[in-house]
């Protein structure tokens, strides 16, 4: 199991032939407390970069955008009644939805934990 | 003669209260009343009115009549209205004090637009009376539409929008109505700027639109190369606020409009920030094809004094033909009327945007507002405005943070660097505020600065209340510095209330009153 990350602040944890996206901490802490995830319908087409869930928080409501190309399996319906997972568990209990990967060469566009890491400190 | 020897002590004890808890043993502090929900201050065996049972009535309910009390709470005259008394003392308004909303343009409203709208003949009139019968309130809206037009350079204002959002729908349905009368129903792609008001892409996605943001400069203005790359031959138009949300003047506008028209789209301008350029900048002069006015905000009673709201919307050449009905003419015989359908063939209005004619407690209040300043008044007001604005920029940057170089327009913006490794953040400070004795600046907004402090003090405040103002946030943002968190993370402690679970109240809303007992009963 390999975790990627984009610099829009979403991770990718690859299972297999599918990919679990979320958000990173760091995306949750900016964030503040959650208190929404809109999440995408099983079966909808995830577009590389564009827009596929909404997460509200006390602050403002952000954009979501898909790490690759692919199809949407599954949603985390749990994050409905308790959206604090996301601040709680970003990147275990606080998923938003499962995907398929169109083409996991798309992977390497990413960045892996350390140069994310090395992102993000570049960023405050 | 017998003298009181106990005499009643005239001056304060000078060694009293100095270990004595704040709290009341009523909740109460001072002639601040703890106040419940209405509900919980009545009782249900008590009623307000005492009205004898119906009798000789047909029952025409079938059985179905209620067994028991709902158990609704009942109140005496005298009790529910020292209620709503008590709630409006805990207000604070325009009336009590700086009012320092960003983007929302609080100031002053004169009295003389509060006894101008009273008046029986604009007051007490009713939508479907008699055109003979209301000259007088058709004339208001005649002469409120010349100065619209006027101020703008637009040729058409269609004044029925009752409120920002709502002038932002016509415009929106006109661009719309204009597109399909050219055939291309295909243009349907709305650039968005990054700073925009929340409600400029959600009034293009209602009207059937889709959005595109485009990016900022770093000196906060739109970014012309993003903007280019984003034209094309599906692009309906743009929506922009000038001066922009940061307080911004945006000085490629005329490039800008250029460039849209250029695509074949048309330029919605949000002009919430119009009191920055009243009397000195025309719309029309910077290509602009709709533009809606908040009255509400720009000509006085400031978040429509409590009431409802106004958005006249003024249209270009190109977009007249489409804006909406009803509109004030004068007929031949030199009598104001109503045109009320698209009998004329002149243009092909999209429709009506609501029942009747707007809101005429706005219109009259606004149109006094303009008559009392004038056309130097109003010139004079919006450079006033854009200078208090500088003043406190000028004296508050030392010390907070300004998000932009140089000077601003009605507003001046801060991000939180100020505040960084303090450990207090932009939402303690603004709570922090109010213990001060002042409302919060608009906060978070615009998203595209982080942190946002967004302070518009408009032309209301003398310079010696700008400098109260001034020297308390100075206060506070070294009182942050100087290690003062718990402050700010404990305020506001002399509000009626304390700080809320924001969190908690988006997360599990309680949004109704139940009697006690009845919480089973819910949905």
């Keep these: 199991m390999t975790t990627y990350y984009s610099k829009e602040h979403e991770w990718i944890r690859v299972e297999g032939d599918i990919g679990v996206v979320g958000i990173t901490k760091y995306a949750a ?16 087409a995830a577009e590389k970069d564009g827009v596929i869930a909404v997460v509200e928080s006390v602050k403002a409501a952000s954009e979501v955008y898909a790490p690759v190309n692919g199809e949407v399996t599954e949603a985390n319906d749990a994050l409905a009644d ?10 275990g209990e606080g998923w938003f939805f499962k995907m398929s990967l169109a083409d996991s060469g798309e992977l390497s566009g990413l960045m892996d934990e350390a140069a994310y890491k090395e992102f993000i400190a570049g960023l405050d | 003669m017998t003298m009181n020897t106990i005499g009643r002590p005239t001056a304060p004890d000078a060694n009293a209260g100095a270990s004595v808890s ?7 502090k001072g002639l601040a009343q703890a106040e419940p929900l209405i509900f919980e201050r009545g009782r249900t065996d008590v009623t307000g009115v005492d009205l004898p049972a119906p009798s000789g009535r047909a029952d025409r309910l079938g ?5 028991k009390s709902c158990g609704l709470p009942g109140l005496a005259e005298p009790e529910a209205l020292r209620h709503y008394v008590r709630l409006s003392q805990k207000n604070y308004a325009i009336d009590l004090g700086l009012y320092p909303l960003g ?10 637009n509060e006894r101008v709208a009273r008046l029986p003949g604009f007051a007490d009139v009713h939508p479907l009376q008699p055109e003979e019968t209301v000259q007088g309130a058709l004339a208001v809206m005649d002469e409120l539409a010349h100065w619209l037009t006027t101020l703008t350079g637009m040729p058409a204002v269609a004044l029925s929008p009752k409120a920002g959002a709502h ?27 990054d700073s925009a008001h929340g409600t400029n892409p959600a009034t293009a996605v209602q009207c059937g639109f889709t959005v595109e943001e485009i990016g900022h400069t770093a000196d906060g203005r739109v970014d012309l190369d993003d903007l280019k790359s984003k034209l094309g031959d599906d692009l309906a138009g743009i929506m922009l606020t000038n001066p922009s949300t940061c307080g911004l003047f945006e000085r490629e506008i005329i490039q800008i409009a250029d460039l849209i028209h250029e695509a074949g789209g048309y330029f919605y301008c949000d002009g919430a920030n119009f009191n920055a350029i009243m ?23 400031p978040h429509g004094g409590g009431g409802p709201g106004a958005g006249p919307t003024v249209f270009s050449e190109a977009l007249a033909p489409y804006a909406p009905l009803p509109r004030v003419t004068r007929g031949a015989d030199g009598a104001l009327q109503f045109i009320e359908e698209d009998d004329d063939a002149e243009g092909a209005p999209f429709g009506r945007l609501c029942a009747f004619h707007g809101q005429m407690g706005m219109f009259t209040r606004a149109l006094t507002y303009m008559l009392s300043h004038g056309a130097d008044g109003l010139r004079q007001a919006a450079e006033d405005a854009v200078l208090n604005a500088n003043y406190l920029l000028a004296r508050l940057r030392h010390v907070m943070t300004p998000a932009f170089e140089g000077t601003c327009m009605h507003e001046a913006l801060f991000d939180d660097r100020f505040l960084k490794g303090t450990g207090v953040e932009t939402l303690d400070f603004a709570k922090a505020m109010i213990d001060e004795g002042y409302h919060p600046m608009t906060m978070y907004f615009p998203l595209v600065v982080h942190g946002a402090l967004l302070i518009e003090p408009t032309e209301t405040e003398s310079k010696q209340g700008l400098d109260r103002f001034a020297d308390t946030l100075i206060d506070l943002a070294e009182g942050a510095k100087a290690g003062d968190a718990a402050r700010f993370k404990s305020a506001p402690r002399f509000a009626p209330m304390k700080r ?15 009697p006690a007992g009845a919480e089973t009963a819910q949905s």
């Excluded at chain 1, 929404?36 to 099983?42: D, F, G, Q, S, V």
């Excluded at chain 2, 929302?104 to 409203?109: G, L």
């Excluded at chain 2, 000195?280 to 009255?295: F, K």
């Excluded at chain 2, 809320?500 to 949004?511: C, G, H, S």
């Design chain 1, 29 to 44: 802490d900016k964030l503040g407390d959650v208190v929404y995830a809109e999440l995408p319908a099983t079966g909808k």
């Design chain 1, 82 to 91: 308790a959206p604090e997972k996301v601040n709680e568990d970003p990147e």
């Design chain 2, 22 to 28: 704040e709290e009341t043993f009523s909740g109460s």
């Design chain 2, 63 to 67: 059985g179905l009549k209620r067994q």
């Design chain 2, 103 to 112: 983007s929302c343009t609080m100031k002053h409203n004169p009295r003389l």
């Design chain 2, 167 to 193: 002038g932002e729908l016509c415009g929106m349905l006109a661009i719309r109505a204009a597109l399909d009368a050219r055939g291309e129903t295909k243009r349907r792609r709305v650039l968005v700027p």
């Design chain 2, 279 to 301: 009397g000195r900048v025309r719309p029309g002069d910077l290509g602009v094809d709709a533009m809606h006015i908040n009255l509400h905000k720009t000509f006085s009673t």
């Design chain 2, 500 to 514: 809320l679970d924001e969190t908690q109240a988006a997360r599990k809303p309680v949004l109704a009153w139940r």
